[in-house]
C-alpha cells in the first residue's frame, strides 16, 4: 500500500494491489474508487489535494477532481517505482527501475527521460518542483541524485546505500533517506552532504513537514517514529508496535500535526490516523474520544477524573 495527503491532512488517498481509495475527512471515511489491472504501486497529491497522480505495472493515471474520476495517461510503459508532484500539480518526477527518470510539466500529458539509466527507486520534490532527489535501490545500490533544474541535470552525492524512500521540505533544503537495513540520513543543504540518524532498521518509509522540522518514518515489522527537530533525534511511538505492523509507507500535513500510515495488504492491510492536535479531549463530561469504524483504544486511569491513553487501533480523535 501506498499513500499521499493534502497539505492540511483533510484530503488523503491511497493505494492498494485492485483499488485506489479516497477519503475527505481525514482518514475517517474512504471511498474506493478506479480499479487497477496491473496492480496499483504508488500515488502522489498536489498540495489542495484535487490533483493526484497514481501507476500501475502499465502506465500512470491522474485525477483532477480528488480521485473521483481517473485518466490513462498512456505514460512509456515502465517498470515504474516512484512518484512526485509540485504543490500545484502539474508538475511530476517519475522514476522508474533500470530506465530513466521521467519529468512532466503538463500535469503528465507529456514525459521526457532524463538522468542515466539507472535501478531508480525513489524520487521526491520540492512545492515548486524546481528542487528534486531521487536514490537508487536494491541490487546494486548507488548514490543519492539532487537536481536544482527541475530534472534537467543530476548530480550524485552521499553514501552509497539501498536506498528505499525519500522526503523533502517544501523548499527543498531539508532532505531525507531511509535505508532499507540502514539509518536514516539528513540533509540541510538541499543533498550536498548527509548525516546518518537513528539506528540501524529496515526503514520502509519517511515522510516531512513543509518546513522540514517534524518527520514520520517506518520500519519494516518494526513500528513507527516521529522526529521534531528535523531528524536529529527519534521516538519510537509504542503503541504502532503491533502485530500487522509491516509498515509499507507514511504521509503528513504540511503542519507535520496530522500522520498516515498504512500496513501491507498481506498483513491487515490496514491504515492508520494520527492528530496531534487532538491527542487530548476537553475537560469534563463534555470530552470524548472518537474514531473510525472498527477503531479500537485502550485507556489507563490516572486518577482525579483523568484517562492516559496506552494505545490505539485504527483512526483516533478527541473531542
Not at 245 to 265: H, I, R, Y
Request: charge should be negative; include cysteine.
Amino acid at each position: 500500500m501506498a499513500l499521499a495527503s493534502s497539505s492540511d491532512g483533510a484530503k488523503l488517498v491511497a493505494c492498494e494491489l485492485d483499488y485506489i481509495y479516497t477519503s475527505t475527512d481525514t482518514g475517517v471515511t474512504w471511498t474506493p474508487r478506479i480499479e487497477s489491472m496491473g496492480g496499483w504501486n504508488g500515488v502522489a497529491s498536489s498540495a489542495d489535494g484535487v490533483k493526484l497522480v497514481a501507476y500501475d505495472m502499465f502506465s500512470i493515471y491522474t485525477s483532477t477532481d480528488s480521485g473521483a474520476t481517473w485518466t490513462d495517461r498512456f505514460a512509456p510503459m515502465e517498470s515504474w517505482m516512484a512518484i512526485a508532484s509540485s504543490a500545484d500539480g502539474t508538475k511530476l518526477a517519475a522514476c522508474a527501475y533500470n530506465s530513466n527518470i521521467y519529468i512532466s510539466a503538463d500535469s503528465s500529458g507529456t514525459w521526457t527521460p532524463r538522468a542515466s539509466i539507472q535501478n531508480w527507486r525513489a524520487v521526491a520534490s520540492s512545492a515548486d518542483d524546481t528542487r528534486l532527489v531521487a536514490c537508487k535501490g536494491a541490487p546494486s545500490g548507488g548514490s543519492i541524485f539532487t537536481s536544482t533544474d527541475s530534472g534537467m541535470t543530476w548530480v550524485a552525492h552521499g553514501p552509497s546505500m539501498y536506498w528505499y524512500s525519500l522526503a523533502s521540505s517544501a523548499d527543498g533544503t531539508k532532505l531525507f533517506a531511509c535505508a532499507y537495513n540502514g539509518q536514516i540520513y539528513t540533509s540541510t543543504d538541499s543533498g550536498v552532504t548527509w548525516t546518518a540518524r537513528d539506528s540501524v532498521r529496515s526503514w520502509n518509509g519517511v515522510a516531512s513537514s513543509a518546513d522540514g522540522t517534524r518527520l514520520v518514518a517506518c520500519v519494516n515489522y518494526g513500528g513507527i517514529y516521529t522526529s521534531t527537530d528535523a531528524g536529529v533525534s527519534w521516538t519510537a511511538n509504542p503503541n504502532t508496535f503491533s502485530p500487522d505492523g509491516l509498515w509499507t509507507d507514511v504521509a503528513s500535513s504540511a503542519d507535520g500535526t496530522k500522520l498516515v500510515a498504512c500496513s501491507a495488504w498481506g498483513y491487515g492491510g490496514r491504515i492508520y490516523t494520527y492528530d496531534s492536535n487532538r491527542a487530548t479531549t476537553i475537560p469534563g463530561t463534555a470530552g470524548y474520544p472518537s474514531g473510525g469504524a472498527y477503531s479500537a483504544v485502550e485507556l489507563q486511569y490516572a486518577g482525579s477524573d483523568t484517562f492516559v491513553l496506552i494505545s490505539y487501533v485504527g483512526s483516533l480523535g478527541a473531542n
